[in-house]
T-cell receptor
């Protein structure tokens, strides 16, 4: 079993829909990262969380440390949100290494 | 502009022909890392470096070498490439001067798509 599991693997939705992508992990962590990989391949960091919730524009990330679970929400989704969304965690006893999820491929149709 | 620059973007080569993928960052970051990305497997770390002259193996180091002679550069070397090294490669960097910086964001290069025939 992978230490970081993302669901769903693939998600197709209509423009305007509310999107939720989930990340569950099995290790104690010091932080959780959400990243976005554009269709052209480039990867950008979206959020880094150790507790609670963060918001940036239409993106919201939440984390529940007790349940070892994080969600990434997109409100009023748009075709330009189409990308692969990747979750990664840093273990609490890790020197610096991230454990990566396999990613969720999101397609937003106009 | 703050960035991580990888070159080349695309590379097609033959088995056994040594190659180097360059990575340079202009943010004075201590931490640099190489990843490969394969369909269905996500990102896997090849090597990382905490600072100049300090490098360590990641999860999939076999067949790769790195060096960190200067803070800004972290080249990835394939001494004798094989077809199973066909992949999309990413270099990343992050500020990591103290423990509290370990959770600073990663900055990625644009990727290098390598094909070994």
């Amino acid at each position: 079993k992978n230490e970081v599991e993302q669901s769903p693997q693939n998600l197709t939705a209509q423009e305007g829909e509310f999107i939720t992508i989930n990340c569950s992990y099995s290790v104690g962590i010091s932080a959780l990262h959400w990243l976005q990989q554009h269709p052209g391949g480039g990867i950008v960091s979206l959020f880094m969380l150790s507790s609670g919730k963060k918001k940036h524009g239409r993106l919201i990330a939440t984390i529940n440390i007790q349940e070892k679970h994080s969600s990434l929400h997109i409100t009023a989704s748009h075709p330009r949100d189409s990308a692969v969304y990747i979750c990664a965690v840093r273990g609490a006893d890790s020197n610096y290494q991230l454990i990566w999820g396999a990613g969720t491929k999101l397609i937003i149709k106009p | 502009e703050a960035q991580v620059t990888q070159n080349p973007r695309y590379l097609i080569t033959v088995t056994g022909k040594k190659l180097t993928v360059t990575c340079s960052q202009n943010m004075n970051h201590e931490y640099m890392s190489w990843y490969r990305q394969d369909p269905g497997l996500g990102l896997r770390q090849i090597y990382y470096s905490m600072n100049v002259e300090v490098t360590d193996k990641g999860d999939v180091p076999e067949g790769y070498k790195v060096s960190r002679k200067e803070k800004r550069n972290f080249p990835l070397i394939l001494e004798s490439p094989s077809p199973n090294q066909t992949s999309l490669y990413f270099c990343a960097s992050s500020l990591a001067q103290t423990w509290r910086d370990y959770n600073s964001p990663l900055h990625f290069g644009n990727g290098t798509r390598l094909t070994v025939t």
